[in-house]
């Protein structure tokens, strides 16, 4: 029987496997049936803890509920900074991931701030299908067209609206996910401003479909409602499951993401009784 923890940030939750001290035979397969709400534990994303490389204190695989690999998990990496730091004693850790290192500090109250990277504002870095301005990526369906686009790590589109309650995120969120300009698919999100330094966020997220936060989401939807002049460089992002503070910080492009971490529960569960 193996352990594992039950985490999520804002209700962004993760079923978290630690394969540090020995590798474990996790196959997209077997973690899209973990991931699963009805028939496994159920998760928005299912994290793996790995021995740390060279310059970070550990490696954090991400999966989607789809079994798919991503590049970046705002929220996971505050609660894998949180966990690592606690074992180390420590207020500082560096997560590293399949899209670079991610320095992470605890903060006073429970908040734990991570450096998300530079955004990358290039069509291929996001990347899009073909060339184009990435604050105006030609792109619409129904009531909204028109979003800007960035990497955070993974490709992000955000649109922005004037009543995110009348949009039905349900519907258009898969759609555009999988529209042809994004070749390698898309978080999607919309979102509405509701203020310089405020701004209400929904997210339909690659893999996973609609979940209560998405870290990398809302640092790419301060980067394009900076861009497009909607909000200043720091703002509060609201989303269904709480607040995030973001910040893009000017100096280097880098994006700054404060908020919470919690642990759910602890179990075991048992590989084999999963698809290999």
Same mark, same amino acid.
């Given at each position: 029987?193996?352990?594992?923890?039950?985490?999520?940030?804002?209700?962004?939750?993760?079923?978290?496997?630690?394969?540090?001290?020995?590798?474990?035979?996790?196959?997209?397969?077997?973690?899209?049936?973990?991931?699963?709400?009805?028939?496994?534990?159920?998760?928005?994303?299912?994290?793996?803890?790995?021995?740390?490389?060279?310059? /970070?204190?550990?490696?954090?695989?991400?999966?989607?509920?789809?079994?798919?690999?991503?590049?970046? $998990?705002?929220?996971?990496?505050?609660?894998?900074?949180?966990?690592?730091?606690?074992?180390?004693?420590?207020?500082?850790?560096?997560?590293?991931?399949?899209?670079?290192?991610?320095?992470?500090?605890?903060?006073?109250?429970?908040?734990?701030?991570? &450096?998300?990277?530079?955004?990358?504002?290039?069509?291929?870095?996001?990347?899009?299908?073909?060339?184009? &301005?990435?604050?105006?990526?030609?792109?619409?369906?129904?009531?909204?067209?028109?979003?800007?686009?960035?990497?955070?790590?993974?490709?992000?589109?955000?649109?922005?609206?004037?009543?995110?309650?009348?949009?039905?995120?349900?519907?258009?969120?898969?759609?555009?996910?999988?529209?042809?300009?994004?070749?390698?698919? /898309?978080?999607?999100?919309? /979102?509405?401003?509701?203020?310089?330094?405020?701004?209400?966020?929904?997210?339909?997220?690659?893999?996973?479909?609609?979940?209560? /936060?998405?870290?990398?989401?809302? $640092?790419?939807?301060?980067?394009?409602?900076?861009?497009?002049?909607?909000?200043?460089?720091?703002?509060?992002?609201?989303?269904?499951?709480?607040?995030?503070?973001?910040?893009?910080?000017?100096?280097?492009?880098?994006?700054?993401?404060?908020?919470?971490?919690?642990?759910?529960?602890?179990?075991?569960?048992?590989?084999?009784?999963?698809?290999?």
């Amino acid at each position: 029987m193996l352990p594992f923890r039950k985490m999520h940030g804002l209700g962004n939750d993760f079923v978290v496997l630690d394969a540090r001290a020995h590798p474990l035979p996790i196959t997209p397969a077997r973690a899209a049936a973990i991931a699963d709400r009805h028939f496994g534990i159920g998760c928005d994303q299912f994290i793996v803890l790995e021995p740390p490389p060279a310059g /970070a204190d550990v490696f954090m695989r991400i999966r989607n509920p789809d079994g798919s690999e991503a590049g970046a $998990c705002g929220n996971a990496t505050r609660c894998i900074a949180s966990l690592v730091a606690d074992e180390r004693g420590a207020d500082r850790v560096v997560v590293r991931t399949i899209a670079g290192d991610l320095p992470v500090e605890r903060l006073p109250g429970g908040l734990w701030r991570a &450096d998300m990277g530079p955004a990358r504002l290039r069509w291929d870095d996001v990347p899009l299908a073909h060339k184009a &301005d990435t604050l105006h990526v030609p792109l619409a369906l129904g009531p909204v067209s028109d979003p800007a686009a960035c990497s955070m790590g993974n490709p992000h589109a955000t649109f922005f609206v004037p009543d995110l309650d009348a949009i039905d995120v349900a519907t258009l969120g898969p759609a555009l996910e999988h529209d042809p300009i994004f070749p390698d698919r /898309a978080n999607i999100g919309f /979102a509405q401003v509701l203020s310089p330094d405020h701004i209400r966020l929904v997210m339909w997220e690659r893999g996973a479909g609609m979940t209560l /936060a998405c870290g990398s989401g809302a $640092c790419a939807t301060i980067v394009n409602a900076a861009r497009r002049g909607l909000t200043g460089r720091r703002a509060t992002i609201t989303m269904p499951g709480g607040d995030l503070l973001l910040e893009w910080r000017e100096a280097d492009g880098h994006v700054l993401m404060t908020g919470p971490v919690a642990t759910a529960f602890t179990g075991t569960l048992d590989l084999d009784a999963y698809a290999p």
